[in-house]
């Protein structure tokens, strides 16, 4: 069974600009959640869905938005960007949401970096 | 501040020696996972605990839960280099996962 699969790899980018994050679940599994991760702050979450809805939100600004496709396919993307969102960000694909007991899949993550 | 905290930040080893990471908390959890992390890599899971004062092995990994479900400590036996990486514990409460910001833990040949 395939993993994780996260596009690109590794992005640069400038200030000001916006870019798009792509991420492919495991096939069958319906939770996607994205996080960040920075060697400051660690592994932050930012946001999960399921079934193409969000289910639950981390504590970063409107900047950060995200979907979810019919085929469980999700998408981040970040507008106005920040020198701050330099970071790795890592997209987990689930069975489900409930109770977080099932395991979570990493991507190996894109690599974000802004100038 | 972070949720979970995680202690040592660093930790540099030689082969062969035993070492313990701890994550505490002062929130109560409804599991905790630990994973490992590679460069260029996502986190791995290693282990779920769910019931406070459950002990897990695999191999030469032992993973604790506290009494309380607030903290838990991985501890591994006899290190070798493939256990370098970073470790990262994960609480979950109301359907929330938060990290830690992790142990990166070298183990030297």
């Known amino acids: 069974k395939a993993g994780v699969t996260q596009t690109p790899r590794y992005l640069i980018k400038t200030r000001g600009q916006q870019v798009t994050l792509s991420c492919s679940p495991i096939?069958?599994?319906?939770?996607v959640s994205w996080y960040q991760q920075t060697p400051g702050q660690g592994l932050q979450f930012l946001f999960e869905?399921?079934?193409?809805?969000?289910?639950n939100k981390g504590n970063f600004p409107g900047r950060f938005s995200g979907r979810q496709f019919s085929n469980s396919r999700s998408e981040m993307n970040v507008s106005t960007l920040e020198l701050g969102d330099s970071a790795l960000y890592l997209c987990?694909?689930?069975?489900?949401?409930?109770?977080?007991?099932?395991?979570?899949?990493f991507g190996p993550g894109t690599r974000l970096t802004v100038l | 501040t972070q949720l979970l905290e995680q202690s040592p930040q660093f930790l540099s080893i030689q082969e062969g020696e035993n070492l313990t990471v701890y994550c505490n908390s002062s929130?109560?959890?409804?599991?905790l996972q630990w994973y490992r992390q590679e460069p260029g890599e996502g986190p791995v899971l290693l282990v779920t605990?769910?019931?406070?004062?459950e002990v897990k092995k695999l191999k030469r990994l032992t993973f604790q839960f506290g009494d309380a479900r607030k903290d838990s400590s991985l501890h591994i036996t006899a290190a070798q280099p493939g256990d370098t990486g970073l470790y990262l514990c994960?609480?979950?409460?109301?359907?929330?996962?938060?990290f830690g910001a992790g142990t990166r833990l070298t183990v030297k040949p």
């Open positions: 987990a694909s689930s069975l489900s949401v409930v109770g977080y007991t099932d395991t979570q899949y």
């Open positions: 096939s069958g599994h319906r939770s």
């Open positions: 869905y399921f079934s193409e809805t969000q289910r």
């Open positions: 929130s109560v959890f409804s599991s």
């Open positions: 605990v769910v019931t406070g004062g």
């Open positions: 994960a609480g979950a409460r109301n359907n929330d996962m938060r």
